[in-house]
């Protein structure tokens, strides 16, 4: 059942890059393409080395770390001028992708040296231990921006496309990991469910994609559109800034309450 499961989603994301090309959208989002056909290779070859469990455990080691990668640089790609909402508004965050570079290369470093995953061969031990803290490390990345996603769906316009990236991705997180806590909780009592959470999640991923890009909705504002809505909201966070500090500075001074008289 999890291999038809990861065939069905083998097959939706080649026609979410047909979709794509269709739409030319791989040109505002070149990582995104990139992912997506980056994942039909790393999914049709793990299905080819998973009889040698040997061969499988070191194909599915090598390619997480580059799935980790391109899918954070595709959340970049959409949720970047968010980001800059959060920048203009806590200048302190600006630092915090600093952080998570190095929360990524430093976590697996320390878990593969110091907390090898089981007691068989250091090497392999080292490698699972390493490969799953890195994959761990992703998901709560993965998580954190679908989040933050939502927290500014109210303040923020996000276009279809990069709505539907975020929600794919952030489905996508919240199954695998929460499976993996389940996993590592309940052990084998939950393996059975646990084969499939994976695959399952990685169609239901595809899924949303899919509906997102779909050649049956519109096509979306060429990039200049983009761009400039991207400034309007960069604008109209500075302006929301400068205000703060303008009704602050009044407080201050106590002249809030006249120039509200005034107003009104």
Same mark, same amino acid.
């Given at each position: ?76 790609? /959409?949720?970047?001028?968010? $980001?800059? %909402?959060?920048?203009?508004? &806590?200048?302190? +965050? #600006?630092?915090? *992708? ?74 996508? /997180?919240?199954?695998?990991? $929460?499976? %993996?806590?389940?996993?590592? &909780?309940?052990? +084998? #009592?939950?393996? *059975? ?72």
């Amino acid at each position: 059942m999890d291999s038809v499961l990861s065939i069905l989603g083998l097959l939706l994301q080649a026609l979410l890059t047909v979709v794509i090309v269709y739409r030319r959208a791989y040109r505002a989002f070149p990582f995104f393409f990139t992912y997506a056909v980056y994942s039909i290779l790393t999914t049709f070859f793990r299905l080819w080395a998973k009889p040698s469990t040997v061969s499988f455990f070191l194909w599915y080691s090598v390619t997480e770390i580059f799935y980790g990668a391109f899918a954070l640089l595709a959340l970049q790609e /959409a949720f970047g001028d968010a $980001l800059e %909402y959060y920048y203009e508004l &806590y200048r302190w +965050t #600006r630092k915090i *992708p600093w952080l998570i570079g190095f929360a990524l290369i430093g976590i697996p470093l320390f878990w593969a040296l110091y907390r090898p995953y089981g007691r068989g061969d250091r090497f392999y031990a080292s490698l699972a231990s390493g490969t799953y803290s890195y994959v761990f490390c992703v998901r709560c990345l993965e998580i954190l921006i679908f989040l933050l996603y939502l927290s500014l769906r109210g303040r923020y316009n996000f276009r279809r496309y990069k709505a539907g990236i975020m929600a794919g991705f952030g489905m996508y /997180a919240v199954i695998t990991l $929460l499976a %993996y806590v389940l996993h590592s &909780y309940y052990g +084998t #009592r939950f393996e *059975p469910l646990y084969r499939y959470t994976g695959p399952g999640a990685y169609f239901g991923e595809a899924t949303i994609w899919l509906m997102a890009f779909a050649p049956a909705q519109k096509p979306e504002p060429q990039t200049e559109t983009a761009e400039l809505d991207a400034q309007v909201d960069h604008a109209n966070v500075t302006l929301a800034r400068y205000s703060e500090t303008l009704r602050q500075i009044l407080r201050t001074l106590g002249l809030d309450r006249w120039i509200k008289f005034v107003i009104l």
